[in-house]
């Protein structure tokens, strides 16, 4: 039977070659990279080579890579890790972030700062202009994402970076869905602190990294043996680190053949979706990732989608929780302004590198099936 994984924003599988790469640092290379024994050399070997790779692909040094345990973790140690000590007491964020972001400024805002959450437009873009307006003698960190998790929408970053490089301000990026998949340059790029996650680039999970700019203050948020420079101590996650260096090397490697096959793939999904009479794309037509597509069915009958597709063994995201163990729609959709119904007859299906062609037509097929079965034309439009 068919299987089509098209949720690759939610999670990847680990690549073989990331797996072969790990595999050693289980068994017979299982030191702790702080023993002084030829263990922990090998330990330390490896992970100082997996600094090197990482940094490699952003166009960092290698000492502006600390390790962390993911996504969520770089987004807090970027975030709180900024404002702790610091005198100033205003953030300009966005109101589409990633929850790593958005509880972050929440639980400092119960602390006494001041956050201000940016609306983005109905494509879900940030007006850098609403960014620059919001600027106060009080503003420290600004933290816009480099492209939405859930619509796919690509932020204009150099330019907001380039504001906060101008104010003195520290910019902050969660670059999850985008490393391995857009490039990142940080010799480049005007940005002081950038979040990756390993798993979404066919990593292990439970890995990641936050590129902190030398100079770039920052308080750590685990205290104890002095690892990452004293910014994240406990001893390192050697096989996930190797795995993740050698995962984002992959994705920048095979960055260029594998955008433009998922862009191919990813317009013919949208083109075969929108065919469905009472659909609608989400997100910003040309500025959004290679392997988002993501649609409302603002006619369908409340069916869920999902399910119907899981039945079919199509593996895909509603991005917005509607069921039973909801938390409320989803507050990306908020904001570029559907309604909380809207919001449940919404679908996400993000692509990967395990996807072909014959997969696209697979799904395109069953969502015309299953909408046109539980689709009501509006009579009198
Ligand atoms: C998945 C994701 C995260 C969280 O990363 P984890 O490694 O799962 O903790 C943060 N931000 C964005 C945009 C994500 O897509």
């Known amino acids: 039977m068919k299987r089509v994984y098209m949720d690759h924003a939610s999670t990847t599988p680990v690549d073989p070659f990331v797996l072969e790469a790990m595999l050693p640092y289980f068994s017979e290379k299982f030191g702790n990279a702080s023993s002084m024994h030829s263990f922990g050399v090998d330990a330390r070997r490896a992970l100082d080579e997996s600094r090197i790779r990482a940094s490699a692909a952003i166009n960092s040094n290698p000492d502006e890579i600390v390790f962390t345990s993911g996504g969520t973790e770089s987004d807090n140690l970027a975030i709180k890790g900024t404002a702790y000590g610091n005198k100033k007491r205003h953030i300009i964020t966005d109101r589409i972030e990633h929850k790593a972001v958005l509880n972050p400024c929440r639980f400092l805002e119960e602390k006494g700062f001041k ?63 985008t490393a391995g998949k857009l490039p990142l340059n940080m010799k480049k790029m005007n940005v002081d602190l950038l979040s990756i996650s390993s798993h979404k680039l066919y990593g292990p999970k439970g890995v990641g990294a936050l590129y902190v700019r030398e100079g770039a203050r920052l308080e750590p948020l685990i205290h104890g043996g002095g690892h990452e420079k004293n910014l994240r101590s406990g001893t390192e996650n050697i096989p996930g680190i190797v795995g993740f260096s050698h995962a984002l090397e992959l994705s920048v490697k095979k960055m260029s053949e594998d955008s433009e096959r998922l862009t191919r793939l990813r317009d013919r999904l949208i083109k075969g979706v929108l065919e469905v009479d009472c659909c609608r794309l989400n997100g910003h037509p040309k500025k959004r990732l290679q392997n988002n597509a993501h649609f409302t069915f603002p006619n369908m009958k409340q069916i869920d989608l999902v399910s119907e597709l899981s039945r079919k063994n199509i593996y895909a995201s509603a991005a917005s929780a509607c069921s039973a163990h909801s938390t409320g729609a989803s507050h990306v959709l908020s904001a570029i302004g559907l309604t909380a119904e809207e919001a449940c007859k919404s679908l996400r299906l993000t692509l990967g590198r395990i996807n072909n062609e014959e997969d696209i037509e697979y799904v395109i097929e069953k969502i015309q099936y299953l909408t046109k079965n539980g689709c009501q034309i509006t009579e009198n439009i």
């Open 115 to 177: 956050v201000t959450y940016l609306p983005v437009d109905r494509y879900g873009l940030v007006d850098i202009t609403e960014v620059e307006k919001s600027i106060t003698k009080d503003t420290f960190l600004i933290s816009v994402m480099h492209a939405n998790n859930e619509i796919g929408t690509i932020q204009p970053i150099e330019e907001i970076g380039e504001i906060a490089a101008d104010k003195g301000i520290i910019f902050h990026t969660d670059a999850v869905q």
